[in-house]
């Protein structure tokens, strides 16, 4: 019997997109911060990045962390804000899990999201579940702006909404956005080329860790007198290493504050912001 060609060629072509989807799936990861959300790694100079939502992450980024379909489960830091709700997290994540080594090349999107909007095109949502695993949900592409793409789900289904904001958005198998939130049942999406240009100068920098020296500094002066035990550390990070300790009622000079990052500089390293009474 002679093969069947269009068989072969269909076969093929879903071993491509199962592939392509892999590769998308083994960079998602679910963000735990002030909510839980989704997001998307990236590495630069042999460190490893979360893009996701700022609401996600929420005000001064304590207690991050990011864990991948596997359940590792790696510390993450507030890097910066990018504007329109997009935020940049450093991960820590030596020996615990791989980071994205791919990212979609920086071109504009406007004819193929066009295209899919005018043809009512299905894609799908990639996003990790808090038990483990991969799981995708199957959209309609209904509404296109500059910076934005709407979906709504092809089959309703209520948990999907949860936790869904920073979830990749693939179009035949490429990413085109991030989910940025939910109106009802739209979810509007940021798109990829936007997420591009606001990012593109941070990545292609190529430069190695930020010092914490070199962090843009706010100038204050004045004391602060810590309202709880506080620890004086190294770097604006919680797992940066301990100088010492300060007890309630001891006072520290400052002599700054780390721009967009809730911590206080001063001679000796740097404190929690929310540790201590305002100068």
């Given at each position: 019997m002679r093969p069947n060609r269009y068989g072969i060629l269909t076969t093929a072509l879903a071993s491509l997109l199962l592939a392509a989807g892999s590769v998308q799936a083994a960079e998602v990861v679910l963000v735990n911060g002030a909510t839980q959300g989704q997001g998307t790694l990236r590495s630069r100079s042999g460190e490893c990045f979360a893009i996701t939502p700022q609401h996600v992450m929420g005000l001064?980024?304590?207690?991050?962390?990011?864990?991948?379909?596997?359940?590792?489960?790696?510390?993450?830091?507030h890097l910066g804000d990018y504007g329109d709700d997009i935020a940049l997290l450093r991960?820590?994540?030596?020996?615990?899990?791989?980071?994205?080594a791919t990212w979609p090349r920086s071109e504009p999107l406007d004819e193929l999201l066009e295209e899919a909007v005018r043809l009512g095109r299905q894609g799908t949502l990639l996003r990790v579940r808090p038990?483990?695993?991969?799981?995708?949900?199957?959209?309609?592409?209904?509404?296109?702006?500059?910076?934005?793409?709407?979906?709504?789900?092809?089959?309703?289904?209520?948990?999907?909404?949860?936790?869904?904001?920073?979830?990749?958005?693939?179009?035949?198998?490429?990413?085109?956005?991030?989910?940025?939130?939910?109106?009802?049942?739209?979810i509007r999406v940021y798109r990829q080329d936007a997420l591009n240009r606001r990012l593109e100068a941070f990545f292609a920098?190529?430069?190695?860790?930020?010092?914490?020296?070199?962090l843009p500094l706010e100038p204050r002066q004045g004391r602060v007198v810590v309202t709880t035990r506080t620890t004086v550390r190294?770097?604006?990070?919680?797992?940066?290493?301990?100088?010492?300790?300060?007890?309630?009622?001891?006072?520290?000079?400052?002599?700054?504050?780390?721009?967009?990052?809730?911590?206080?500089?001063?001679?000796?390293?740097?404190?929690?912001v929310a540790h201590t009474a305002p100068p």
């Amino acid at each position: 019997m002679r093969p069947n060609r269009y068989g072969i060629l269909t076969t093929a072509l879903a071993s491509l997109l199962l592939a392509a989807g892999s590769v998308q799936a083994a960079e998602v990861v679910l963000v735990n911060g002030a909510t839980q959300g989704q997001g998307t790694l990236r590495s630069r100079s042999g460190e490893c990045f979360a893009i996701t939502p700022q609401h996600v992450m929420g005000l001064g980024g304590v207690g991050l962390t990011v864990t991948n379909a596997e359940r590792v489960r790696a510390p993450a830091q507030h890097l910066g804000d990018y504007g329109d709700d997009i935020a940049l997290l450093r991960v820590d994540a030596r020996g615990r899990m791989t980071c994205g080594a791919t990212w979609p090349r920086s071109e504009p999107l406007d004819e193929l999201l066009e295209e899919a909007v005018r043809l009512g095109r299905q894609g799908t949502l990639l996003r990790v579940r808090p038990t483990g695993g991969v799981e995708s949900h199957a959209v309609r592409f209904t509404a296109l702006e500059p910076r934005h793409v709407e979906v709504v789900l092809i089959t309703h289904n209520s948990e999907a909404f949860q936790g869904i904001s920073g979830s990749r958005l693939l179009l035949e198998g490429r990413p085109v956005g991030m989910v940025l939130e939910t109106l009802q049942d739209t979810i509007r999406v940021y798109r990829q080329d936007a997420l591009n240009r606001r990012l593109e100068a941070f990545f292609a920098g190529g430069i190695g860790p930020i010092p914490a020296g070199d962090l843009p500094l706010e100038p204050r002066q004045g004391r602060v007198v810590v309202t709880t035990r506080t620890t004086v550390r190294e770097s604006p990070t919680p797992f940066a290493r301990a100088i010492r300790r300060l007890e309630i009622g001891q006072s520290i000079e400052l002599l700054g504050k780390v721009k967009g990052r809730p911590w206080w500089q001063t001679a000796e390293g740097y404190v929690r912001v929310a540790h201590t009474a305002p100068p």
